[in-house]
């Protein structure tokens, strides 16, 4: 069975750029989360879809957004970037039917962005 | 403040020894509390989850602990292997329809032959 997978793997923008960063998830899950982790730094919780909706946000500007597809897999767009959006990108998924005793969530290898 | 709070911040200790990672957390109502693993530039990979009702969980050569009184959770690694070097992440997550997680910024373990 495929893990969550996540495009591109790297990428380099400059200052006041826009960038796409896909996700699909495991097979049969329908959340989808995602996370930043800038360098040295815990995980900063992003987005939270499921069944196609936004369920939840973390504490990010409305430049950073995304979307869920009918597939499940999503998207992270990030408008007018900054220098300090650098930082590695996780994509996780999970399948919320099972309850707290089996949500737990996997993750993708996640995407390095480098804004110069 | 974080609700998630891990210590040491980094640890190194000789392979084949034992350690204790440490997790206290503020965060409620409790729901759940996972330890992650996290090796350098690689996505977090699961190691435990725990309800309110479990006190101790294994997955091989990790024991976890939980004293949901005290609010403090622990994860013990045993025989220490080169590969255990990574970041451990503690998670606590939040009851409600949210789906409320609050990550601890994780313990750096190294372990030296």
């Known amino acids: 069975e495929a893990g969550v997978t996540q495009s591109p793997t790297h990428l380099i923008k400059t200052r006041g750029q826009q960038v796409t960063l896909r996700c699909s998830p495991i097979s049969g899950h329908t959340s989808v989360y995602w996370y930043q982790q800038a360098l040295g730094l815990g995980l900063q919780f992003l987005l939270w879809y499921d069944e196609g909706e936004e369920r939840n946000r973390g504490n990010f500007p409305p430049r950073f957004s995304g979307r869920q597809f009918p597939n499940y897999s999503s998207e992270l767009n990030v408008n007018a970037l900054e220098l300090e959006d650098s930082a590695l990108y996780l994509c996780?998924?999970?399948?919320?039917?099972?309850?707290?005793?089996?949500?737990?969530?996997?993750f993708g290898p996640g995407t390095r962005l480098t804004v110069l | 403040k974080n609700q998630v709070e891990q210590s040491p911040q980094s640890l190194i200790i000789l392979e084949g020894k034992n350690c204790t990672l440490q997790?206290?957390?503020?965060?409620?109502?409790?729901?759940?509390l996972r330890w992650y693993k996290q090796d350098t530039g690689r996505g977090p990979v699961s190691l435990t989850i725990?309800?309110?009702?479990?006190n101790t969980k294994s997955n091989g050569r990790y024991t976890a602990t939980l004293d949901a009184d005290t609010k403090q959770s622990s994860l013990h690694i045993t025989a220490s292997q080169l590969s255990d070097s990574a970041s451990y992440i503690c998670v606590v997550s939040a009851l409600g329809g949210n789906n409320d997680m609050r990550f601890g910024a994780g313990t750096r373990l190294t372990v030296k032959p």
């Open positions: 997790c206290n957390y503020t965060v409620s109502p409790f729901s759940n």
């Open positions: 996780a998924s999970n399948l919320l039917a099972g309850g707290p005793r089996t949500d737990t969530q996997y």
């Open positions: 725990m309800t309110f009702s479990e």
